[in-house]
């Protein structure tokens, strides 16, 4: 059974970096077959892909347009997990954060716990 | 990106009443369609993948259908347990959109 466990501060300065991390039971960050996802939800935003890093013989990372300019997701194989670093963040990115694992069938078949992360000073 | 559009964006019911949710793509998707239900507090689950295919330990009360850019979740006799909200998720490309949501409420 995939598990994934979610870390990370619930409270970020504007401006600031919005850390969050990601630690995998039950499957491998290095699979062939999966990749690792961050999705946020917000009443504004609803449900909004941000990105995800995969491995297929390297690892690979796509991002969301609409972060792109901001975001960084890395994969961590010494600990099994993978985290989240959004830059420059602003009031907009308070949100639901999750991550999710995007299986062998194509849709997102775990999920995190979330992690409400506020932007506010 | 593909803009994915459900309607209705909140649906009353009774338990027993047979439901239908829409969803709608920007572009063609074939089939790869999933849909999502989420309680609150919770991460969304998902029900059906290509579409119509039902992911395993879910209740055959819920079907799933379309392809191109029309699609249908349908729950036939609601039950307690029912009562969420609902997204439809397009994964025909590496940026996967969702729905904005349709929230099955109690009548």
């Known amino acids: 059974q995939v598990q994934l466990q979610q870390s990370g501060p619930g409270l970020v300065k504007p401006s600031q970096t919005l850390s969050l991390t990601c630690g995998i039971s039950g499957d491998s960050v290095s699979s062939d077959s999966a990749a690792w996802n961050w999705i946020r939800q917000s009443p504004s935003r609803g449900l909004e892909w941000l990105g995800r890093t995969y491995y297929r013989s390297k690892f690979y990372n796509d991002y969301a347009v609409s972060v792109k300019s901001r975001i960084v997701i890395n994969a961590d194989t010494s600990k099994n997990q993978f985290s989240l670093q959004l830059n420059s963040v602003t009031p907009e990115d308070t949100a639901m954060y999750y991550c999710a694992r995007d299986g062998p069938l194509g849709t997102f078949d775990y999920w995190g716990q979330g992690a409400l992360v506020s932007v506010s000073a | 990106d593909i803009q994915m559009t459900q309607s209705p964006s909140t649906l009353s019911a009774s338990v027993g009443d047979s439901v239908t949710i829409t969803c709608r793509a920007s572009q063609s998707i074939s089939t790869w369609l999933a849909w999502y239900q989420q309680k609150p507090g919770k991460a969304p689950k998902v029900l059906i993948y290509?579409?119509?295919i039902l992911e395993g330990g879910v209740p055959s009360r819920f079907s799933g259908s379309g392809s191109g850019t029309e699609f249908s979740l349908t729950i036939t006799g609601l039950q307690p347990d029912d009562f969420a909200t609902y997204y439809c998720?397009?994964?025909?490309?590496?940026?996967?959109?969702f729905g904005q949501g349709t929230k099955v409420e109690i009548k």
């Open positions: 998720q397009q994964y025909k490309s590496f940026s996967k959109t």
């Open positions: 290509k579409a119509s």
